[in-house]
């Protein structure tokens, strides 16, 4: 296992395209979570999921953006009729358990809207 | 209010030179990350701790948990040591981590 992967590393898109970001977590962790970084600032909380159920959205996720994570493996962040405030850095991370458990996280997904 | 603080939020520093980051935190918690992110990267774990100090390196970290404050060292500095650290806590409640906004480390040759 190479630990958390996300795909694509970048994208760029015209404003009003939607958007589809990828997570792959270490695979036996049920944790995974989604935050977005903009620059200069600490990564900010999404979305959380607990192997396949959705247990918490921040309000910061619109009625654009939508994450799935069917059959608990990998998730998928979807952001629809990108606007230029949504270029950030979108970043996941898994965790095996509960609390005080060891956090991975990967690589992020740089958007860029213009 | 943010539930990390961090300092200082810019560092520079001559080759060589001992570095401290701080990190307090104002909820309880079940463990306490730092992290690594370098320009343009993703984010790299350094360090997972609930209780005293680990050592990985030149890269020392401690906690004081009554406290409620980290630290994080690095000896020996080298400009390849040039990156955003970020202090990021588990908390006791709630299902997210909360971060703390980074200090930018330069380190000059």
């Known amino acids: 296992d190479t630990g958390v992967s996300q795909d694509p590393r970048h994208k760029i898109t015209k404003r009003g395209q939607n958007v589809t970001f990828r997570c792959d977590p270490i695979?036996?962790?049920?944790?995974l979570y989604w935050y977005r970084q903009t620059l200069g600032q600490g990564p900010e909380f999404l979305t959380y999921?607990?192997?396949?159920?959705?247990?918490?959205k921040s309000r910061l996720l619109s009625d654009r953006f939508s994450a799935e994570r069917p059959k608990g493996s990998f998730s998928t962040l979807e952001i629809q009729r990108t606007e230029q405030g949504d270029s950030a850095m979108y970043l996941c991370?898994?965790?095996?358990?509960?609390?005080?458990?060891?956090?991975?996280f990967g690589q992020g997904t740089r958007l860029t809207v213009v | 209010k943010n539930e990390v603080e961090q300092s200082p939020q810019n560092l520079t520093a001559q080759e060589g030179e001992f570095i401290t980051i701080n990190c307090s935190y104002s909820?309880?918690?079940?463990?306490l990350h730092w992290l690594q992110q370098h320009p343009g990267g993703g984010i790299v774990s350094l360090f997972m701790?609930?209780?005293g100090k680990k050592k990985h390196g030149r890269l020392i970290a401690t906690i004081n948990i009554q406290e409620k404050h980290s630290s994080l060292h690095i000896t020996a500095s080298h400009p390849r040591d040039s990156a955003v650290y970020i202090c990021?806590?588990?908390?006791?409640?709630?299902?997210?981590?909360?971060f703390g906004t980074g200090t930018s480390l330069t380190v000059i040759p």
């Open positions: 999921f607990q192997n396949e159920a959705q247990l918490e």
């Open positions: 695979s036996e962790h049920n944790r």
């Open positions: 909820v309880g918690i079940s463990a």
């Open positions: 990021a806590v588990d908390p006791n409640t709630g299902n997210q981590f909360y």
């Open positions: 991370a898994s965790q095996t358990g509960g609390g005080g458990t060891e956090a991975f």
């Open positions: 701790l609930s209780s």
